[in-house]
T-cell receptor, first 113, second 113 residues
Framework: AQSVAQPEDQVNVAEGNPLTVKCTYS??????LFWYVQYPNRGLQFLLK??????LVKGSYGFEAEFNKSQTSFHLKKPSALVSDSALYFC???????????FGTGTRLQVFP | ETGVTQTPRHLVMGMTNKKSLKCEQH?????MYWYKQSAKKPLELMFV???????ENNSVPSRFSPECPNSSHLFLHLHTLQPEDSALYLC????????????FGPGTRLTVT
């Protein structure tokens, strides 16, 4: 069965510092991995995805994520955090031959000025 | 967020009422989805439609009834709901296929009294 774990409910970081939001997954076969962000009173917005190829994926708003097959992880990163990055971040995985996208429980990112 | 629109944005209904949620996508996508988002729980997939055909029903109670008249419109008909059905209901669309990301609407905040 597919599953996604986001081990941190909240991540706090100072503006200008690098940030990491962690995600690990479990899926049969090759995974398709996604990151989404949700601002208050809004739907989820797509940030980036890993399908195949280069393990470092670049996405919107300066975010990137690194796919690590041996550690079954897909951590979201940004070199320099902004206060406006404060939001709820969701990792999601879809396994081979399924329509279902399984989401993690979300990590709240708080960037302090 | 004009790609996927949802109406109404907020809905309060009694347990004996019948109401409908509407979703429209302007992206030319083939697949549409209903999700339920409750506090402190992972996003729950409810229904999936591909080319107007339902391809996934994630064990959703029959008091939720989806309808997909065409690839651009998706409805969720509600009747005799329970207070625990109060949540944010999100609609999404995608090009279909496992490698494509989903685009979300802003959601309908439903309160069942």
């Amino acid at each position: 069965a597919q599953s996604v774990a986001q081990p941190e409910d909240q991540v706090n970081v100072a503006e200008g510092n690098p940030l990491t939001v962690k995600c690990t997954y479990s899926v049969s076969g090759n995974p398709y991995l996604f990151w989404y962000v949700q601002y208050p009173n809004r739907g989820l917005q797509f940030l980036l995805k890993y399908i195949t190829g280069d393990n470092l994926v670049k996405g919107s708003y300066g975010f990137e994520a690194e796919f690590n097959k041996s550690q079954t992880s897909f951590h979201l990163k940004k070199p320099s955090a902004l206060v406006s990055d404060s939001a709820l971040y969701f990792c999601a995985v879809r396994g081979y031959n399924t329509d279902k996208l399984i989401f993690g429980t979300g990590t709240r990112l708080q960037v302090f000025p | 967020e004009t790609g996927v629109t949802q109406t109404p944005r907020h809905l309060v209904m009694g347990m004996t009422n019948k109401k409908s949620l509407k979703c429209e996508q302007h992206l030319g996508h083939n697949a549409m989805y209903w999700y339920k988002q409750s506090a402190k729980k992972p996003l729950e997939l409810m229904f999936v439609y591909n080319f107007k055909e339902q391809t996934e029903n994630n064990s959703v109670p029959s008091r939720f009834s989806p309808e997909c008249p065409n690839s651009s419109h998706l409805f969720l008909h509600l009747h005799t709901l329970q207070p625990e059905d109060s949540a944010l209901y999100l609609c999404a669309s995608s090009q279909g296929g496992q490698t494509y990301e989903q685009y979300f609407g802003p959601g309908t905040r439903l309160t069942v009294t």
